[in-house]
């Protein structure tokens, strides 16, 4: 199966420092540069994999914004390719899992972030980085929801992610990740702040305590089924130390797609 490798630089949603919008265009920089092999771990060559590269220009008003990144994920499926995307602030997940629940119905969700993002809202705004989880429970498009690495959880977002089935970890709980959840049609989120400051000091709302890079790894080749989209946002460029955390998002990019292809 084919990726499509879609760049939505868009961080007003952002709560706290904008940045995000820059990052895909670094990303791309980084992830075939000469420096690092163009292969998965397993060996795989990737390129041919991804025959589709889209990073829209989006547009300021950010209903408008959703709109598009949703019709951007909705015609990547309807060609028969496979949406990875980047972000972005965490906030575009929203949209992204408006359209896959349209291809694909409620999906399993493996989330990695410091943070749950279920705020009902944020400083005002239903559409925040902080609140993409609660729109896409409440628009019926996650039938289970495994989030990992949480460790800044205020008690209404405990609250919600109760009520509502969310499995709740911490980064000190990766041995209980319930991947018998994560079958199919089986969708990927990951939020870079999920990792440890020290792994992907990038982010704009570092925490410490958090995953290594190889813990993210041995997660992502547990899953049991091969996933039909993905994402990796909240990268923060101006926030970065020597592209290290726009070349974990490489990995990333490198072992999702060999997982999705
Ligand atoms: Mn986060
Ligand atoms: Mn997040």
């Known amino acids: 199966m084919s990726i499509a490798l879609l760049g939505f630089p868009w961080d007003a949603n952002s709560s706290y420092a904008r940045g995000p919008a820059l990052a895909p265009a670094i990303i791309r920089s980084v ?41 951007a994920i909705n015609s990547t499926i309807e060609k028969g390719n496979k949406p990875l995307s980047l972000g972005g602030d965490h906030s575009v997940t929203y ?38 989880f609660a729109r896409a429970i ?24 109760e009520e509502n089935g969310v499995v709740m970890l911490g980064a000190d709980a990766v041995d209980q990740i319930p991947y018998d959840l994560l079958k199919a049609p089986l969708y990927v989120s990951i939020d ?7 792994f992907a000091p990038g982010v704009s709302h570092p925490e ?4 290594s890079t190889r813990e993210v790894l041995s997660i992502l080749s547990k899953l049991p089924v091969s996933p039909i989209g993905a994402d990796i946002v909240e990268l923060n460029p101006e926030k970065d130390i020597q592209l290290a955390t726009a070349n974990v998002a490489g990995r990333l990019i490198k072992e999702l797609t060999a997982m999705m292809a």
């Open 208 to 211: 410490p305590g958090g995953l």
């Open 138 to 161: 409440e628009d019926g498009c996650i039938d289970n929801l495994v989030q990992i690495g949480l460790r800044s959880v205020m008690p209404a977002q405990r609250a919600f992610g």
């Open 192 to 198: 870079l702040d999920g990792l440890d400051p020290a």
């Open 95 to 132: 949209p992204i899992l408006r359209a896959i629940r349209e291809a694909y119905g409620p999906v399993n969700i493996l989330h990695v972030d410091a943070h749950p993002d279920l705020y009902d809202e944020f400083e005002g705004d239903r559409y925040s980085h902080a609140c993409p």
């Open 31 to 71: 992830l075939f540069c000469e420096a690092a092999n163009p292969n998965s771990l397993s060996g795989m060559e990737i390129r041919p994999a991804i025959t589709e590269y889209t990073f829209p220009e989006l547009p300021s008003d950010a209903a408008e914004c959703r709109e598009a990144i949703y019709s």
